[in-house]
């Protein structure tokens, strides 16, 4: 395969999949906003922390006066000058499937130019609180549509792998900026850890990845923090966390490497996160402090994007 091929559906992957995320963090404020004044929603610094785990604050503030639900909400959906945005996401994941047309099939190509075109109905529009839920829903559907079909309808060869890839990455940084900006950004500093209003962010969080349901099978108790990060990072059977991701970036870099013939730092690179994370328990990563371990994380999940970049896709 071409490495421009190969690049465009890496890339076509990783920003469907960021859209999915935005949605699922928009989701997340809008359900912490709607806690009540005397719950301590009124003091909850939910739109900031959605900035936050977006991961673009930077470019934020020369464009918006304050950090508010109209702003974020606007940054984060439509704002054609945030590269992140939702709106930019189904963007370049259709300019990025429309240069390799004839490597995806007709499902994927429908699921994402269909998608493109709908968004414009979205736009402009001043939409109430239900509204912009029913967009972020969409969103996500818009998403697991598209990855669905990459799932059920591409030969399990090297344009697959490079999707997988894609997603596996993006997913990781995900669920990482997700754990870190609650633990650390979201929770005022007058709330109690434990306290009612830490036990519903928490929820939320599980609810934005799709892991409530698989945390009450896995843990059978409260929600307690420290079993929260242990489904999001250490379990394999978790398809968001941590483990689960590098698991199938070494298992689908070693099909590349087989397929190629020639192994290099990207598949070192994603061993070694894969090893780590089977050697630690919940417990270590706590005692040494989770927002380090993330913060690590992140760094490592950005040098293996790049090792991959140079090694198959420059």
């Known amino acids: 395969m071409l490495s421009r091929t190969a690049d465009n559906l890496y890339w076509l992957s990783r920003y469907a999949e960021r859209a999915d995320f935005v949605a699922r963090i928009l989701d997340a404020a809008l359900r912490l906003s709607a806690l009540p004044a005397n719950y301590g929603g009124a003091d909850a610094n939910e739109w900031e922390s959605a900035l936050a785990s977006a991961g673009n604050i930077d470019l934020f503030r020369p ?6 639900e109209h702003t974020v909400r606007d940054f984060l959906a439509f704002s054609p000058n945030n590269p992140s945005s939702i709106r930019s996401c189904l963007h370049t994941a259709r300019e990025n499937a429309r240069s390799v047309r004839t490597a995806l099939t007709s499902e994927m190509w429908e699921a994402i130019n269909e998608a493109y075109l709908h968004l414009r109905s979205f736009e402009g529009r001043d939409m109430t609180r239900e509204e912009f839920a029913r967009f972020l829903d969409w969103v996500k559907g818009v998403s697991l549509a598209f990855d669905g079909s990459a799932y059920r309808t591409m030969l399990r060869n090297d344009a697959y792998w490079f999707t997988r890839l894609g997603v596996a990455i993006e997913r990781a940084d995900n669920t990482a900026r997700i754990l870190d900006v609650k633990y650390h950004v979201l929770l005022p500093e007058t709330e109690r850890v434990g306290g009612s209003l830490d036990y519903f962010q928490w929820t939320t969080i599980l609810r934005e990845v799709s892991a409530l349901t698989a945390y009450h099978w ?12 242990d489904l999001l990072i250490l379990n394999r059977e978790m398809p968001r966390s941590l483990a689960n991701c590098y698991e199938m970036l070494v ?18 690179l994603a061993r070694g996160m894969l090893a780590k994370l089977d050697d630690l328990t919940v417990d270590e990563i706590f005692a040494a402090g ?9 760094a490592e999940n950005n040098r293996l994007g790049a090792a991959i970049v140079e090694q198959y896709l420059g």
């Open 63 to 68: 464009l918006y006066d304050s950090v508010n």
């Open 218 to 229: 896995v843990y059978r108790e409260s929600i307690k923090p420290w079993l929260v990060a």
């Open 251 to 268: 298992r689908n870099l070693d099909r590349v490497a087989d397929a190629y013939g020639r192994r290099g730092p990207s598949q070192r």
């Open 290 to 298: 989770l927002h380090e371990f993330i913060e690590e994380f992140i």
